[in-house]
């Protein structure tokens, strides 16, 4: 049994439901406990009564911990999220005694095969990290931290316990939106973690940590079985600032990090994955005003073109950049959904 935990609002809801949908396909038997950050999130969760799932409300995750409120009075919404990471697999650990492995997920990851390979890796380990693996040409982001916060590993035990209790106190602490004095929001902590504990783990497997900054590291290729980077299988993808322009254009944000998404990993995995986010958007556009964008429907194929030739238009009005950038920006930073 693989034991999960995520947080997300109702503007992350699709992306945490297609997390959801990717654990059923690749990770059972698996159970995912959901922290709802926002009243719309819990009800509507509530009302799915998704299998494999436990939902927390936010008052209950909150309940009796003054250290966490106090937090949250002096930071913005995103910067409480960020404190409330390592609350949130402590949580788990001290309410659930059955769980021995704790992984905390990202809610824009999306798993394309097994999680089995990161836990043959942490093996007897304590605590599993992932590095951000950027290439040279993006070393300056290194100040951001050494190591990613999008799926993390503690065991139930001393080293798993210490090393949680240090990031939780360190977060209450410090935790904000900007760089400043070695640290920067709940992540830049990482970094001192395998020189202080042992029993940490760095996965070494390259199909786990795959995201737009890291991309130019490695050769793709597709088998029968799914996409492959260097050998080894894609097991689960960071789709980091994916934002959806209007019904059929998505911007990757790879521009960001300087690098271009191969055509093989957008009809490999961004493709698959906005199909999901499309269809579970569909099913929201069902349920009130809950879908995170609300979008018309267009007919047919002519009004499908005219769609985008108004998108493009307007993203060359509004963005004040040179000619070539854009052209780069429209060539590799853009997906086309187009079914």
């Not at 492995?101 to 990851?109: E, H, K, N, R, V």
């Not at 599993?128 to 799926?151: A, C, K, Q, T």
């Not at 290729?221 to 799914?226: I, L």
Request: proline fraction near 4%; charge should be neutral.
């Amino acid at each position: 049994m693989y034991f999960f935990c995520t947080y997300f609002d109702q503007h992350y809801l699709d992306k945490g439901l297609a997390l959801y949908k990717s654990l059923v396909r690749h990770c059972t038997p698996f159970k995912l406990w959901i922290l709802c950050m926002d009243e719309t999130t819990y009800q509507t969760l509530s009302g799915m009564q998704l299998p494999h799932v436990q939902i927390i409300s936010l008052a209950d995750f909150e309940n009796n911990d003054p250290l966490l409120l106090a937090a949250k009075k002096n930071r913005s919404l995103i910067e409480y999220y960020f404190t409330c990471t390592p609350s949130l697999p402590d949580y788990i650990l001290n309410h659930v005694p059955e769980v021995d492995i704790i992984t905390y997920l990202d809610a824009d990851l999306y798993f394309f095969s097994s999680v089995e390979p990161v836990y043959q890796e942490l093996g007897a380990g304590s605590v599993l990290i992932i590095e951000h693996r950027f290439p040279s040409f993006l070393d300056n982001l290194m100040i951001f931290g050494i190591y990613n916060v999008g799926l993390l590993s503690f065991r139930r035990d001393a080293i798993g316990f210490a090393c949680i209790q240090l990031w939780r106190d360190r977060c209450l602490e410090w935790c904000y939106d900007r760089f400043e004095n070695g640290k920067f929001a709940d992540q830049k902590y990482l970094d001192e973690w395998p020189d202080r504990f042992s029993g940490v783990i760095v996965l070494q497997h390259k199909g786990a940590g795959l995201a737009p900054w890291n991309l130019a590291n490695y050769v793709y290729s597709c088998r029968k079985t799914g996409l492959f980077i260097d050998e080894q299988p894609i097991i689960v993808y960071h789709f980091h600032g994916l934002n959806r322009i209007n019904r059929w254009i998505y911007d990757a944000n790879a521009i960001t990090y300087k690098t271009r998404i191969p055509y093989i990993v957008k009809h490999a995995l961004y493709l698959p994955y906005i199909n999901e986010i499309t269809g579970i958007n569909r099913i929201l556009d069902t349920r009130s005003d809950l879908s995170p964008v609300n979008v018309q429907s267009i007919r047919n194929a002519d009004e499908k073109r005219q769609s985008l030739r108004i998108c493009a238009y307007r993203i060359l009005q509004k963005v004040n950049r040179p000619l070539h950038y854009l052209k780069k920006w429209l060539n590799d930073d853009l997906i086309l959904y187009l079914r």
